[in-house]
């Protein structure tokens, strides 16, 4: 729980807080823009929800947040921002809120499918999530993007017999037990319309997700910048190779996608066109 003894000055008065364990993932921002902004290198309250719209965004960001950095003075209840998540995306992509600490709060996401369900990336293991999770048809795969986002995966495996899937060379202790091992830099069809496409550079063993042509799961090699308002990339955030991670970029131009789902910043939606031009251009910023 945050805790109002280490509350941030820089929040504005009144119920909701941010306290200084904060580290900064962003998703209470994307959650609930309205009530939080950046301040510095953490988050704040820059202003208090004016209705329940607000309320129950800002409340959707508590649940999320994965330090529980977020508070309220008063017993506010959580129950129903608890059991929004999985929450709706676009078609049958879901975001699954309750992000962990150890992955740094990374988003991960649900695809609901007849053939089963897909996740993509671990949230923190929660027993109303598994619950929703459950009726929701349950995990057939488990797609691990890299090495960082793995947070509570045998939990979640264990829990549904998940099939999960990660690239050999970002393979070490934690994951040693995965069941479906990925080789190599040539793309690799899971089953019917779920592509995994590695793209070292990040980490030596990245992969993305590419569902249905449609969406792309980026895990940490690609996101949304509203800075550049455009598709972007860090070198700061490669922990491998900056050469590997903008050649696997370029590898991107041979696919055809509208959205961008990545595990850490900004999610990206624009036609199949556009979405290649804004390809070029982060290309060209590399």
Request: with cysteine; net charge negative.
């Amino acid at each position: 729980m945050a805790l109002i003894s280490l509350r941030k000055p820089e929040n504005v008065p009144g119920d909701f807080y941010v306290d200084s364990t904060c580290i900064d993932c962003d998703l209470c921002r994307q959650i609930a823009p309205e009530v939080f902004a950046e301040s510095g290198d953490q988050s704040a309250v820059y202003r208090q929800p004016e209705n329940n719209h607000e309320q129950f965004a800002a409340l959707k960001a508590l649940v999320t947040c994965p330090t529980a950095s977020i508070g309220t003075f008063s017993q506010l209840s959580a129950r129903d921002a608890v059991a929004a998540y999985p929450e709706l995306v676009h078609g049958n992509v879901y975001f699954c809120g309750f992000a962990a600490e150890s992955s740094f709060g990374a988003s991960s996401y649900l695809i609901v499918r007849e053939e089963g369900n897909v996740l993509i990336d671990s949230p923190r293991f929660n027993g109303p999530l598994s619950r929703r999770i459950g009726e929701m048809g349950g995990i057939k795969w488990m797609f691990l993007t890299h090495r960082d986002d793995v947070a509570d995966h045998q939990r979640w495996a264990g829990r549904f017999g998940a099939t999960r899937v990660l690239h050999r060379d970002d393979v070490g202790r934690r994951t040693a037990n995965v069941e479906r091992q990925i080789k190599g830099n040539e793309p690799v069809h899971l089953e019917g319309d779920l592509l995994a496409i590695p793209t070292p550079g990040h980490t030596r063993g990245h992969m993305v997700l590419l569902y249905r042509d449609k969406y792309l799961f980026s895990g940490d090699h690609l996101w949304w910048s509203d800075a550049r308002e455009s598709l972007s990339a860090s070198r700061n955030v490669c922990w491998y190779s900056w050469a590997e991670q903008t050649a696997s970029i370029r590898k991107l131009m041979d696919y055809s996608f509208e959205w961008v789902l990545p595990g850490h910043g900004r999610r990206a939606h624009a036609p199949r066109d556009e979405m290649h031009r804004h390809l070029e251009r982060c290309i060209a910023k590399c």
